[in-house]
């Protein structure tokens, strides 16, 4: 081969390395036209080197080979154990893999993990890990395996709920969770042995080994069949993991080799789609808190899975989505469990058909029996009629199961998906009101069903519409400006609404379910209105912007409201937000003074607060919060009473100077993330 020069050449490397032991890490020196741009683009993009980084010289000292069999002792195995659970959890939690389960270095080596010694010479140290770890670990794995596996069933998303990245790294995906389960029983067994019967911390080592063990078999349940078997799974669960935390074992010293079997740096020589920084697990104590979460998750799909109420299920969904308090026991792999237990798409709660999810609609929302239905349409020699009510039944029957999916969703996509379907819903009213004209009512029981059919259509997405401008509270989505045209809208939606259950509470029997879950959201969409309206006199102020600036901002938060499908619909929208009306009653609140404006305030939180005495109470009657009942009276409505009790209290101030503040208003997630608190004025010298 030719080469340019001839091929006598001289290795100058040696002038290289020589030259950079005076360089730090991180410097680079660069020439005139060769920068760092040149340099990125010498490593190909997708190079495992370029997006995860290389090992660096110095990670061989500071993390020297890990030995899978080194000796541990008792409290070091425990420690090993919880802090990969907790690996487990901050998964779980949404980080990546790499970042949290892979860390622990003993999955990697699971193969390796075997005593060559013979039965009674091998070291009882030894012993702790082929016959401990190793099970503890693989079982570990095999649950984050079983909970991939229902992650990417597609009912949560991948990059926004969790992390699906694997890089490359085997989680027992062939091994099946049985063959696990005997490996921890087997490890029961010998703990339990008279081999063992002075081993310290016997008993901690054992309520690991049987928490982890029943983890597993809540994973390797087959739902929705198996979901009886979830209660005594959770109950004994929750009794292990209560044992481990009234035993707490202290973590070993720093100078322990236990340390060696976690190593956050292990990104670096993983395959991985971006560079991951290295993260630091969370306090053992919260991650006992997270698998409390999760028992508390499981033991939801329990009660959601022998509930055959619609309606239930969607307000079990929603109260639990807007209340943090939830957050832990609302994991990505609970929610997808969720909605794999109420429907993969064909059966609903594997034992129903479809046709279920409409007959429950109309008989939970307006009391019309599924009989009384088909009767009007399918029965009757109208071919007209029977076709269009199949058309109306199959749409209305897929999007009320994508509303229930989508209760189990995480907030951001719920509102979403809320605003994506708004207009899909109004399509539906209008098919509603054509269907039920195509058909002449027999007698008066016909002429109520036709009645309602529309409205109970209507009352479903003012519900789907008043989520939508709270959710945009709790998201803290609002700039300050923005407030009191969402709280205004908010009490136009809560208006129409009231219009509707209104009628509906008129033509449904008084002595019927449905007539009691109407009175209690009649109830509750006054005590919002109220709110709405007050929260809208107390932050109305004079516009800092003008109208071409205000009228775009408008545009832009509302625009899924205002899309120009809406216009080819022939039913006008009731609930059209109208910026033109808005503006009108600014000028004329603005009108008004102060002291007036806060007077009217005061008066609209006030009896807020009276109706909410009497929703308290009608609550107990309402079958749609048979799942979620103390958390609605005690959690969500007492947030609502705090939150209206602070707003009544400094809008009844003699002096309503500290309302003219915005600084004092806060929207605390905590107590109610739809309605703020006033925060009473910092005192100075002046004042005392």
Partial sequence: MNLPGGPHFDDVTHLFDEASEDMALDELLLVDGFTLNEAMSAVEIGDPRMDSGAALPVDAQQHPPFDPLAPLLPGEVCWVL???????????????????????????????????????????????????VRPGIAGMVKCCDLAYRELTKGNVHDCEDWQGEKSDVSMCEGIAPQHIVTLLEEAEVWLYSDETSDLPLREELLHRIQLRKALLRLYALELPRRTSSIVPLVTEARALLAAIRLRVVPPPCVCSRAHAAFDPHITRQLHSIMPLRPLVLPPQEEAWRAVEGLLDGWELVFRLSGCESLLAWSAAGIVRASNPKYTPSRLPFVRS????????????????????????????????????????????PFSAAAQAYEDFHNTLARFVLQHIWASYHNRPRQRRHSMKTSLDWHVIYENALLLVAKVAPRDVSDSRVLKCIPLAVLHWRAHVLRDIVLSGFELALYAPDERPFAYWYLARVLSGHEAILRDLLYLVPEDTPAHGHLTVQFQYATVLKEMSLGCFLVLCRPPKFDAARRWTNFTVRYKWALRKDFEAILTPDPFLPDFRAYLRQERKTLRVEPSERWKRAAGLFDSALLHLVHLGLAAELDFSLQLCRVDFTQHHLGGLLLACSSLKQGASAASGAQLDDSAVLEWNPKVCAWFPQILPLPTTEADS
């Fill in 82 to 132: 919880d802090r990969a659970l907790t690996c487990e959890m901050h998964w779980h939690a949404g980080n990546a893999l790499a970042q949290t389960v892979f860390t622990c270095l003993y999955m990697h080596h699971l193969a390796a993990l075997v005593s060559d010694a013979p039965r009674g010479v091998a070291d009882r140290a030894v012993e702790l890990v082929t016959r401990v």
């Fill in 337 to 380: 469990v969720v909605q794999t237990v109420f429907s993969g798409g064909i059966n609903i709660l594997d034992r129903f058909p479809i046709i279920w999810l409409v007959e429950r609609f109309f008989f939970e929302t307006a009391h019309i029996p599924p009989g009384h239905l088909a009767s009007l349409f399918e029965n009757r």
